[in-house]
């Protein structure tokens, strides 16, 4: 069992940049893989973000690289979520989830992620 919560989503401008944090709870958090994907109107859920378990190791959808920044602190038992340069496409509720950990690896398939949050919405206007 581990519990997760997602805040700090919010109504932005194009260009500007939002911190997303997400607390886990329950168990080891270090033990996890930990990762973010986010779900617009009418669309699927896809993989934004993740993190290895010791925070090593990350990988990031195409849409966001050089954007968005995944971090974690094991101490604090949270990961984050640092968006730069928000774009109008980014909108969508971003939700935290933890997979036990698997080395460096980090899957991208949600179906490998059996721990998640109940997402936070972000709207980017242009």
């Known amino acids: 069992q581990v519990q997760l919560a997602e805040s700090g989503g919010g109504l932005v401008q194009a260009g500007d940049s939002l911190r997303l944090s997400c607390a886990a709870s329950?168990?080891?958090?270090?033990?996890?893989?930990a990762g973010w994907f986010r779900q617009a109107p009418g669309k699927e859920r896809e993989f934004v973000a993740g993190i290895s378990s010791g925070g090593g190791s990350t990988y990031y959808g195409n849409s966001v690289k050089g954007r968005f920044t995944i971090s974690r602190d094991n101490a604090k038992a949270a990961v984050y979520l640092q968006m730069n340069v928000l774009l109008p496409e980014d909108t969508a509720v971003y939700y935290c989830?933890?997979?036990?950990?698997?080395?460096?690896?980090?899957?991208?398939?949600?179906?490998?992620?059996?721990?998640w949050g109940q997402g936070t919405q972000v709207t980017v206007s242009s």
């Open positions: 329950g168990r080891t958090f270090s033990l996890y893989t």
């Open positions: 989830a933890a997979s036990p950990s698997s080395g460096s690896y980090i899957p991208v398939a949600k179906r490998d992620y059996g721990y």
